[in-house]
């Protein structure tokens, strides 16, 4: 099912592809300063993840944050990577490592939600 293109998608959008890290559902909704409901921001971030247009991740803190994968060749993501939130200053991002991982015979991987917590290259100095 296509979905019809909205301007609260395209100030979304918009604020994920200018962000340098992952955004949760609250620096999105600072970011569009009420010109839309937390419902709809909500509903936004859910389809972007349907579709394959951003990735959701789960932070060790339990808040969800979500990214356009840079990694990605295509529009949809399509591989697994890690995560990294740093302690100081609470940013996530995305890793270019993907993840391998060994399973069993019969298993098959189909998604992973890594997160490494640490320093960020601009707080450990």
């Given at each position: 099912?296509?979905?019809?293109?909205?301007?609260?998608?395209?100030?979304?959008?918009?604020?994920?592809?200018?962000?340098?890290?992952?955004?949760?559902?609250?620096?999105?909704?600072?970011?569009?300063?009420?010109?839309?409901?937390?419902?709809?921001?909500?509903?936004?971030?859910?389809?972007?993840?349907?579709?394959?247009?951003?990735?959701?991740?789960?932070?060790?803190?339990?808040?969800?944050?979500?990214?356009?994968?840079?990694?990605?060749?295509?529009?949809?993501?399509?591989?697994?990577?890690?995560?990294?939130?740093?302690?100081?200053?609470?940013?996530?991002?995305?890793?270019?490592?993907?993840?391998?991982?060994?399973?069993?015979?019969?298993?098959?991987?189909e998604d992973a939600n890594c997160l490494v917590t640490g320093y960020c290259?601009?707080?450990?100095?």
């Amino acid at each position: 099912m296509k979905r019809r293109n909205t301007p609260a998608k395209q100030a979304v959008l918009e604020i994920l592809k200018l962000s340098e890290s992952a955004l949760s559902q609250d620096d999105i909704e600072k970011e569009v300063k009420g010109s839309m409901d937390r419902v709809t921001v909500y509903r936004v971030l859910n389809s972007f993840c349907e579709d394959g247009y951003v990735h959701k991740i789960l932070s060790d803190d339990g808040k969800h944050y979500f990214a356009i994968c840079l990694n990605c060749q295509e529009k949809k993501h399509s591989h697994n990577h890690f995560h990294f939130r740093c302690l100081k200053c609470q940013k996530v991002e995305c890793l270019k490592e993907e993840v391998k991982v060994k399973l069993p015979t019969g298993y098959e991987l189909e998604d992973a939600n890594c997160l490494v917590t640490g320093y960020c290259a601009d707080c450990s100095i």
